[in-house]
Nanobody
């Protein structure tokens, strides 16, 4: 089992920045990649970004956040980060981190079915 705990959410004005963290514990050696998703009220859970644990950390972003958000990881701390800059009101959502065991997730990063473990989520609210 892998446990994921997100932190760093909050209220920020449009144009501001936040950094989310996702700390992993348990059988972390079984994880191949980590992802960030978000879910606004009444909407589906959408993909935000993904990073692999090994090598240079292959990354992939949703078009809606490309150039504004950066995903990174600290292998020693088993922690993944999401740096969010130039925030917009439409970024308001609950943000979830997720862990995937199968390397196939690289080809299907935006599909929630390829992720095996999920955190409880952290609220991000961007005011206009």
């Amino acid at each position: 089992q892998v446990q994921l705990v997100e932190s760093g959410g909050g209220l920020v004005q449009a144009g501001g920045s936040l950094r989310l963290s996702c700390a992993a514990s348990g059988r972390t050696f079984s994880m191949y990649a980590m992802g960030w998703f978000r879910q606004a009220p009444g909407k589906e859970r959408d993909f935000v970004a993904r990073i692999t644990w090994s090598g240079g950390g292959n990354t992939y972003y949703a078009d809606s956040v490309k150039g504004r958000f950066t995903i990174s990881r600290d292998n020693a701390k088993n922690t993944v980060y999401l740096q969010m800059n130039s925030l917009k009101p439409e970024d308001t959502a609950v943000y979830y981190c997720a862990a995937a065991k199968d390397s196939t997730v690289v080809a299907y990063s935006a599909d929630t079915n390829w992720y095996d473990y999920w955190g409880q989520g952290t609220q991000v609210t961007v005011s206009s």
